[in-house]
């Protein structure tokens, strides 16, 4: 798909899942409610059954910020991903909209073999661009700018609005070319 | 004895044959099948009846492969693979105590949600 095309498309699913939810346009979507329209389990540590409850604390810790979620492919289930309850909610919520991007645009992770006691995948760098953005466009579409900035509001506002944060916001407004109002 | 298809090699037979070749085409190539289908094999999920012969014609493989018994292979559905394939959203180094925190964290979510102890439904 040509570049233009994919972000008219990402633009468009954004529009198209809300709609599938009954939302308007410009409304939040919070990734927990997509990713259950999806059936896909959103799941922090403790919510893990038989699941030692020293290790949960150890990696749901504020402190331990080193990883934000993990997506595991099982056989004849849906994904499920398990997340860091720890992080800001701004932050949680781009990290689960990243994830549902990878699934929902099909990309196929390159094993990688690490160090690691299990097989940590990665993307290759052009999906992971596409994740970004398709990602990005589910937090806070177009639309929403658009309404957004027909009401005067400002860049914290709409953060809040949209569930996103700020940089989030800024990085939707230099993709899609809008502007907010100048204060006078 | 209980029948099965063993929805894992033939996802690991679709992955190995689709190689670095996109989805869309591969999924045009095979033939009323969409990517995101073709993609949800290949992590392992059953696909319909008439997708499964078609991925059957395109790997040139006849379907009889893939039916097993239990008995064959004792259970191997609630098998916890001894090394899972993840997509981990995380720093690219890991102290160790996370990392084995981490490993021992996927293999119990694995465990459960082959038991049912997690529903596709959160």
């Not at chain 1, 409304?27 to 922090?44: C, F, M, T």
């Not at chain 1, 953005?133 to 949209?162: N, P, Y």
């Not at chain 2, 001894?82 to 720093?91: C, G, K, S, T």
Request: net charge negative.
């Amino acid at each position: 798909m040509k570049n233009l095309d994919f972000r008219q498309w990402c633009e468009s699913e954004a529009v198209h899942w809300r709609r599938k939810l009954g939302l308007y346009a410009y409304d939040p979507l919070p990734a927990d409610r997509l990713a259950a329209y999806l059936h896909i389990p959103l799941l922090s540590p403790d919510a893990i059954p038989d699941f030692d409850a020293t290790v949960i604390m150890a990696l749901s810790a504020a402190g331990n910020s080193g990883w934000s979620a993990v997506t595991i492919p099982v056989p004849d289930h849906s994904p499920i991903i398990i997340y860091n309850p720890g992080h800001a909610a701004a932050r949680h919520e781009a990290n689960m909209m990243h994830e549902l991007a990878h699934l929902l645009l099909g990309h196929k992770p390159i094993s990688i073999q690490t160090d690691m006691p299990i097989l940590r995948q990665s993307y290759r760098p052009e999906d992971e661009e596409q994740a970004t953005f398709l990602g990005g466009c589910l937090q806070v579409t177009r639309s929403g700018l658009d309404w957004a900035i027909g009401k005067g509001m400002e860049r914290e506002a709409i953060a809040r609005h949209f569930g996103a944060s700020e940089e989030m916001v800024q990085y939707r407004l230099n993709m899609t070319g809008r502007l907010l109002a100048v204060r006078r | 004895m209980t029948s099965y298809v063993d929805s894992q090699q033939l996802a690991s037979m679709v992955r190995t044959k689709r190689g670095e070749a996109g989805l869309r085409q591969i999924a045009q190539e095979i033939g009323n099948i969409s990517p995101s289908t073709l993609s949800r094999v290949e992590n392992g999920k059953l696909p319909d009846m008439d997708t499964f012969l078609r991925l059957c014609d395109w790997l040139e493989v006849d379907p009889a492969h893939f039916f097993k018994n239990t008995h064959e292979a004792d259970n191997p559905q609630l098998d916890t693979p001894e090394l899972i394939e993840v997509h981990l959203r995380a720093d690219r180094e890991l102290d160790p105590e996370t990392a084995n925190a981490l490993a021992t964290m996927v293999k119990a979510a694995y465990r459960a949600v082959r038991a049912g102890k997690i529903p596709q439904t959160s």
